[in-house]
């Protein structure tokens, strides 16, 4: 064999050989970030634990309406700095409106959000029963006080008992703060117990859907 076969015999195998070491970085890059993301959904799944637990733990032992929803708005605050919480009941004559502690320094002395909800608005997303951002208010809710409303990044999320409204949330902050449905994932799932605990402990409501 040549010295220029040999050469050209070494190039090759130096060829080869950087190949394999560059898929094999690719293959160690993706395993490195699939354990990445499941260490990440593991930790989110128990975050997602740790609030449920810590959000029930508030509601134990309430037994009147305003102590339940004042407690369950607080755990859902701490959750989210700079957002305030407010429920809405359904009842007979209409319904209303529960503020939950701390968000008083959000509308600074002026009109709340919940105080633009007009009758029809607030019944309207209670038939619709899903969360609603204010994009899907304006749709629904055309005499409420929108120069107010705007101001605000708000989400409603829905209150409901086996498929039977009770109400709903509400979620704001003032801009340029905003609320994406991604940071409200966390509060979803327990809503269902709270609206189980409402009922338990509010004034039956007429039957209504």
């Known amino acids: 064999m040549s010295q220029t076969e040999?050469?050209?015999?070494?190039?090759?195998l130096v060829r080869q050989r950087s190949r394999q070491r560059r898929r094999q970085a690719r293959q160690i890059d993706v395993l490195c970030?699939?354990?990445?993301?499941?260490?990440?959904?593991?930790?989110?799944?128990?975050?997602?634990i740790g609030f449920a637990a810590e959000f029930y733990r508030a509601l134990l032992g309430s037994t009147d309406v305003r102590v339940l929803l004042a407690r369950?708005?607080?755990t859902?605050?701490?959750?989210?700095?700079?957002?305030?919480?407010?429920?809405?009941?359904r009842q007979p004559d209409g319904g209303e409106f529960y503020a939950a502690p701390g968000g008083e320094?959000?509308?600074?002395?002026?009109?709340?959000?919940?105080?633009?909800?007009?009758?029809?608005?607030?019944?309207?997303?209670?038939?619709?029963?899903?969360?609603c951002t204010l994009d899907d208010l304006s749709r629904v809710g055309a005499d409420s006080d929108w120069e107010t409303l705007n101001?605000?990044?708000?989400?409603?999320?829905?209150?409901?008992?086996?498929?039977?409204?009770?109400?709903?949330?509400?979620?704001?902050?003032?801009?340029p703060q905003v609320l994406h449905a991604t940071d409200i994932r966390?509060?979803?799932?327990?809503?269902?117990?709270?609206?189980?605990?409402?009922?338990?402990?509010?004034?039956?409501?007429?039957?209504?859907?």
Request: proline content about 6%; aromatic content about 8%.
């Open 6 to 12: 040999r050469y050209e015999r070494l190039r090759l």
């Open 33 to 48: 970030n699939d354990l990445i993301g499941a260490q990440r959904t593991f930790l989110h799944r128990l975050q997602d």
């Open 72 to 74: 369950a708005g607080q």
């Open 76 to 89: 859902i605050a701490q959750e989210f700095p700079g957002v305030a919480v407010a429920f809405f009941l």
């Open 105 to 131: 320094s959000l509308h600074d002395g002026r009109r709340r959000p919940q105080d633009c909800f007009d009758p029809e608005l607030a019944e309207a997303i209670c038939k619709r029963n899903q969360p």
């Open 151 to 175: 101001r605000y990044s708000l989400m409603t999320l829905p209150l409901s008992d086996q498929g039977r409204s009770l109400g709903f949330v509400l979620l704001y902050c003032r801009l």
């Open 186 to 209: 966390r509060v979803r799932p327990v809503l269902c117990g709270l609206a189980q605990a409402v009922r338990a402990v509010h004034v039956p409501l007429t039957a209504r859907q």
